[in-house]
């Protein structure tokens, strides 16, 4: 059974750092590009960023670029987040996504694959 299974979220404060993990099962996710969404309370769900099967490549969204930065171990079939400077806009469930078929890779992709989510919310 193939899984993503996100972790690291919680409550923390603004301007603090969060690490989301994503660690996938079933399967080698390594030529898989890999994606993040977020989707907060009463609103669409948003594109965070994604990652090349390399991780040589990402892209990211405006609202993220320069504080989050998404890596990847494909030796240990996971992906990270690391987010740094948070907001209270960034409170959200953040998601891990798998795409099999990239190039290319980023927002508008269909992704195969879906985790759980897992819950970060930021005070101010």
């Known amino acids: 059974q193939v899984q993503l299974v996100e972790s690291g979220g919680g409550l923390a404060q603004a301007g603090a750092s969060l690490r989301l993990s994503c660690a996938a099962s079933g399967r080698t996710f390594s030529s898989d590009a890999m994606g993040w969404f977020r989707q907060a309370p009463g609103k669409e769900r948003e594109f965070v960023g994604a990652?090349?099967?390399?991780?040589?490549?990402?892209i990211y969204a405006d609202s993220v670029k320069g504080r989050f930065t998404i890596s990847r171990d494909n030796a240990k079939n996971t992906v990270y987040l690391q987010m740094n400077s948070l907001k209270p806009e960034d409170t959200a469930v953040y998601y891990c996504l798998a795409d099999r078929y990239p190039p290319p890779f980023g927002p508008n992709v269909e992704y195969d694959y879906w985790g759980q989510g897992t819950q970060v919310t930021v005070s101010s």
């Open positions: 990652t090349s099967w390399s991780g040589s490549g990402s």
